[in-house]
């Protein structure tokens, strides 16, 4: 099947499920071939635009699955993923769920089952398709740094400035109830480092609601974790960092590895050179390309009907991560996975 003759859904018409839209159609699918659910009119229909040839729209999703789609992207809140992808598995149709898979571990063992012979089910972590990540993954995989004693990651923005022209306390991110805070929107770094250094056996954190912020959420997390391989990581993730940081520390018995993803810079720091050096730099990095790669992947394994690294599994190990993390805080515990 040529990507011309998809009919793919995108369920939710907020500024991810509009973005996969967008890429979708660069990539070749006939916005004919779209649909777009959404219980928002306004939103739904500027999601889909009003073009002859353009997107269907949908207010109900019932009403939307008396069509036939080869695919379908969740990009509503968390807290529906499950239930929506649930209703999709009895029509046998593929699925792209953004991240976080959900906001609770309820009902992804009937989903695992819902799924199982329903191929590809991809979890949408753009950030495996960025290119300074596989070459952090290949410097890895070379042992360049040698044995890797730890890893830091962090990320920190100020969410009122998230989203141009929208009001934060009115998003997702801001409502506890539909899967927001900070530890679930940024899982991002608990799969980056995950995919890179493999399962985690144990947490320890601390979630809290510190600003002023209009939300009901946590707004500041501090985790350490413990890799089944002996390394030991440690993750910062805030809303409330006026300037956009981002970066990831990688360290070795042979050197050091900054990773500066707002400035699309990797630093190398090695025993044998004895200084800093910068070994790749992006100088105007596109976002949107990491999401444009994760579509085209999608589309890749929708013609071969076969799962991504990125897969259900995958989804479930972060949330596990991420979820343990909120009952260690809660707890005051470490708690064992």
């Known amino acids: 099947m040529q990507k011309g003759e998809y009919k793919i859904l995108i369920i939710g018409g907020g500024s991810i ?5 967008k890429n979708l159609q660069t990539l070749g699918v006939d916005g004919a ?43 509503s809140p968390s807290s529906t993923h499950v239930k929506i ?39 949408g972590y753009n950030i495996d398709f960025h290119p300074q990540f596989k070459k952090v993954q290949s410097i890895v995989k070379r042992k ?17 400035d998230w989203r141009d022209k929208t009001d934060y306390s009115k998003t997702y991110s801001a409502k506890r109830e539909l899967g927001g805070g900070i530890l679930l929107d940024d ?13 985690i056996k144990k947490v320890f954190g601390i979630t809290a609601r510190i600003s002023n912020l209009k939300i009901n959420t946590e707004d500041y997390v501090e985790a350490i974790v413990w890799f089944e391989n002996g390394i030991i990581g440690q993750m910062h993730m805030d809303y409330l960092q006026r300037n956009y940081s981002r970066s990831l520390k990688i360290i070795g018995e042979k050197g050091t590895l900054i990773w500066d993803l707002n400035d699309s810079k990797i630093d190398m720091f090695t025993a044998f050179s004895k200084h800093w050096k910068t070994v790749d730099k992006i100088a105007k990095f596109d976002w949107n390309e990491t999401y444009l790669e994760e579509a085209k992947e999608f589309l890749k394994r929708l013609n071969k009907k076969k799962n991504p690294e990125s897969n259900l599994q995958r989804g479930i190990e972060t949330l596990k991560i991420a979820l343990a993390i909120k009952q260690s805080s809660a707890s005051n515990k470490t708690i064992n996975l």
């Open 17 to 21: 499920g509009s973005r996969h839209l």
């Open 33 to 75: 071939c779209l649909g777009v659910v959404d219980p928002n009119p306004n939103r739904g229909l500027s999601s889909a635009g009003k073009t002859e040839d353009g997107p269907l729209f949908f207010t109900d999703i019932k009403k939307a699955l008396k069509e036939k789609w080869q695919a379908a992207f969740i990009c």
């Open 85 to 123: 992808a649930l209703e999709l598995a009895k029509y046998k149709i593929p699925m792209f769920i953004e991240k976080p898979l959900s906001h609770n571990l309820q009902n992804l063992g009937q989903l695992q089952k819902a799924v199982k012979n329903i191929k590809p089910i991809m979890v």
């Open 144 to 160: 360049v740094l040698g044995k890797i004693f730890g890893v830091k990651a962090e990320f920190g923005y100020y969410l009122p």
């Open 187 to 199: 899982i991002h770094e608990i799969n980056s480092v995950y995919s890179l250094f493999g399962p």
